[in-house]
């Protein structure tokens, strides 16, 4: 099953301009744990995906939100000359074929 | 005697703290306020309106230029909204990060609204506003005295990038609008400020518990996106000693357990702490109850003083004048080889524009249908169509227009190899394809300050209109 197919919510934002943030939640405790049991969403993976350093990966789990909050560090501050996306909205995609 | 002083008078004469009532009426003040909701949470008898007008996530331009995000047009009818429905109900207006970025022109752009709607509308009251600019030489003196710290990987703050700024602002807390709402006000609107204080001043001066009442305001100061669904309509927050409940003023938004606690996720990289410059709440212990299916009841978060006051700084430089091309291109082979051809053009036109003058530009593209907001990925197809946005940054407009219609020639016209359409290599939807975007800036402070001199940082400022 892949990520997209279980979760709610996945999304991008900053938290600020040096860092992206993605959240990914469920419609129920069974889904979410689901997806932290696989332990598919892993440092290792995130790094792979985004081309981030392993050590500057953090994820959080926050289960009153039934919600997985992962944090990496922008490559290029929000609106500096080359940066893509602003906002940060729309690096998430990547994640919608994890494996779970 | 004004909104605020007729507030903490009438508390400290109560035997017992009574319930407080929040009107969350805007989380971006300028891009509409919906009637319905707004007018239904004024039937609610609150004691105070506050709106968030500002935020660093729109990037760096507007605290560089001094222009507002917003239309001034829908700006002043959403302050026309609450200024008069504040001075109707006589409580208080609070409203922070003042025309988008906060910094003296955003704040002097919202005045002189303020000033105006309320000479239209016949309205008098006492106004506070509180300027968020830092001064330099603060700043610097802070710098010596290593007082202050690069956020997120930041670089350390030099002397040079300080000055090199247009502006810079701090976030003040709770204590600088503390100060004006002491001065006995109706109206406050502060430059830039944390989101937060803006709802959770008055709470803690009237003695309820600051964890609680920080933890309210991080949620109303986004008015109803902490419901399902998610929108701007305008929220009621009920606070007491124990905790405090959410209710939407839009029937159709539900402020469910689930929906108030995945707030603390929104733009935030830890949903377990707010961090103000007076200290934090930690939320380890919050516990989201439902009280009915539109309302949520909240409790729980812990206030820890912090020991030495810090306050966010945020400052914007101008890097140059922009330019941008706006093509695109359907022939497989200039797509297959873009990269190659794009370096081989940018260097064409370096020569030729750099014949008799310094190389003093920079040149950045991106190919939507590519990579243009993401990168690669291994597996992507390759698209039919591709859309290229190429944009150049150099000291002067006219600089970096000849850079680009420079660009857009060579572009045109380059014969890769294995080229068949010797017409021309890209499409415009229009011409001239190429247009001036005016100054570029960029973010060259985002860092911590430490400071026993939060009172001269932010002065309060008192008008009678």
Not at chain 2, 169 to 182: I, K, N, Y
Not at chain 2, 273 to 298: C, N, Q
Request: a negative charge; hydrophobic letters at 40%; proline letters at 6%.
């Amino acid at each position: 099953m892949y990520l997209q197919d279980i979760a709610r919510v996945i999304r991008s934002k900053n938290a600020g301009p040096r860092c992206t943030t993605l959240d990914i939640m469920f419609n129920n405790d069974d889904d979410y744990n689901h997806v932290i049991r696989s332990g598919a969403l892993n440092a290792e993976l995130i790094g792979r995906l985004y081309a981030t350093p392993v050590d500057k990966v953090r994820i959080l789990e926050y289960p009153v939100a039934r919600a997985i909050k992962i944090a990496i560090p922008r490559k290029v501050t929000a609106g500096d000359p080359g940066d893509r996306d602003v906002y940060g909205a729309q690096q998430h995609a990547r994640l919608f074929k994890v494996e779970v | 005697m004004s909104a605020t002083g007729r507030i903490l008078r009438e508390f400290a004469a109560l035997p017992q703290r009574r319930p407080l009532r929040l009107l969350g009426a805007s989380g971006q003040l300028g891009y509409g306020i919906p009637s319905g909701p707004f007018n239904a949470g004024l039937e609610r008898k609150p004691d105070l309106i506050g709106c968030d007008m500002g935020s660093i996530d729109i990037g760096p331009y507007y605290l560089g230029s001094g222009n507002m995000a917003t239309a001034r047009e829908s700006t002043k009818r959403d302050l026309r909204k609450v200024l008069t429905a504040a001075r109707k109900h006589d409580i208080p207006l609070v409203i922070g990060s003042a025309g988008s970025a906060g910094a003296a022109p955003h704040l002097e752009q919202t005045l002189a609204l303020i000033r105006e709607i309320a000479e239209e509308q016949k309205l008098s009251f006492r106004l506070a506003y509180i300027p968020g600019d830092i001064p330099k030489d603060i700043i610097i003196e802070a710098i010596r005295a290593g007082s202050v710290e690069g956020i997120d990987g930041m670089p350390p703050l030099s002397e040079d990038e300080v000055q090199a700024a247009a502006h810079i602002v701090g976030q003040m807390g709770m204590s600088s609008f503390q100060q004006a709402f002491e001065a006995d006000i109706d109206v406050l609107i502060a430059g830039r400020a944390c989101d937060t204080a803006i709802f959770s001043t008055l709470p803690v001066m009237l003695g309820f518990p600051t964890g609680l009442a920080v933890h309210m305001a991080k949620i109303i100061e986004c008015a109803s996106i902490c419901c399902v669904p998610g929108g701007r309509d305008a929220i009621l927050a009920t606070l007491d000693d124990e905790g405090f409940t959410l209710e939407s003023m839009a029937p159709q938004r539900s402020a469910t357990p689930v929906s108030v606690a995945a707030h603390s996720l929104y733009e935030q990289s830890d949903p377990f702490v707010i961090i103000e410059p007076e200290g934090r709440a930690e939320l380890h212990d919050a516990r989201y109850e439902r009280v009915d299916e539109r309302r949520t009841r909240i409790s729980g978060a812990r206030w820890v003083p912090a020991a030495r006051h810090t306050i966010k700084i945020e400052g914007s430089r101008r890097v140059g004048e922009r330019a941008a091309l706006l093509c695109g291109a359907a022939d497989p082979r200039f797509i297959e080889r873009h990269q190659e051809i794009l370096a081989e053009v940018s260097k064409v036109v370096r020569e030729l524009v750099c014949e008799d003058a310094p190389e003093d530009y920079s040149l950045h593209w991106r190919v939507y249908g590519i990579d243009g907001v993401t990168d690669r990925q291994p597996d992507a197809p390759t698209p039919a169509e591709v859309f290229l946005l190429i944009e150049c940054i150099a000291p002067t407009a006219n600089r970096a227009g000849e850079v680009m219609r420079t660009m857009k020639q060579y572009l045109l016209h380059f014969g890769y190899e294995g080229r068949l359409s010797t017409g021309g290599n890209l499409a415009f939807a229009f011409t001239p394809p190429e247009v001036s975007v005016g100054t570029a800036y960029r973010f060259n402070v985002y860092h911590i300050m430490h400071t026993e001199r939060m009172e001269e940082l932010f002065p309060v400022r008192i008008e009678q209109l």
